[in-house]
């Protein structure tokens, strides 16, 4: 498991008005720590910051956090559903065809 949470998580959570759980605050920093993180990638690390959590757990928080703006969903054409912690822009992203790296 990884050290504790950094407060600035919790405190982005509360002042989004969510309540601030342990698997809440480790899916925030697994996103904002990672790049265009796919369903799989975060529930690994999540699960390596707070030990086990349900899929469905999973689920919710990136919805809740997904409709709060902490976090960003996108959605490559043909593709899984992948999430980033930079949100507040518009930028664009690219799909590569062959591998399906997302930039």
Known sequence: MSPSPTP???DELRGAGLRVTAARVALL???RHGDHLGIEAITLGVRDRVGHIS???VYEALHA???AGLI???EPAG???RFEGRVGDNHHHVVC???GVVA
Do not use: K, M, N
Request: net charge positive.
């Open 29 to 31: 920093e697994t996103v």
């Open 72 to 74: 960003r969903r996108i």
């Open 55 to 57: 899929l469905q757990a």
């Open 79 to 81: 593709g899984a559903p």
């Open 65 to 67: 956090l997904t409709a």
């Open 8 to 10: 600035g998580a919790a």
């Open 97 to 99: 065809r062959s591998c």
